[in-house]
């Protein structure tokens, strides 16, 4: 069983370095923006619906 896992763990391994170390720096820096695009989202959808919920009067 030991053996099943951890060929699994070297799988991801080789896989990672290959595709993420080969793209530098672009993958977390894409991953930042499009978590922050999301929250920026999110933050403007809050914003909206608490607006309506103070608009008729259902804010807790």
């Known amino acids: 069983m ?3 896992f951890f060929a699994i763990g070297h799988f991801c ?5 290959w595709f993420l170390v080969s793209l530098g720096w672009i ?3 894409v991953f930042a923006i499009v ?9 403007m ?3 909206r619906y608490t607006r309506k919920a103070i608009e008729r ?3 807790i």
């Not at 391994?13 to 370095?17: A, E, G, L, V």
């Not at 978590?35 to 933050?43: D, T």
């Open 27 to 29: 993958t977390p820096v």
């Open 45 to 47: 959808s809050q914003a």
């Open 13 to 17: 391994q080789k896989t990672f370095d």
């Open 57 to 59: 009067n259902e804010r």
């Open 2 to 4: 030991q053996d099943f």
């Open 35 to 43: 978590l922050a695009i999301g929250a920026a989202y999110w933050m």
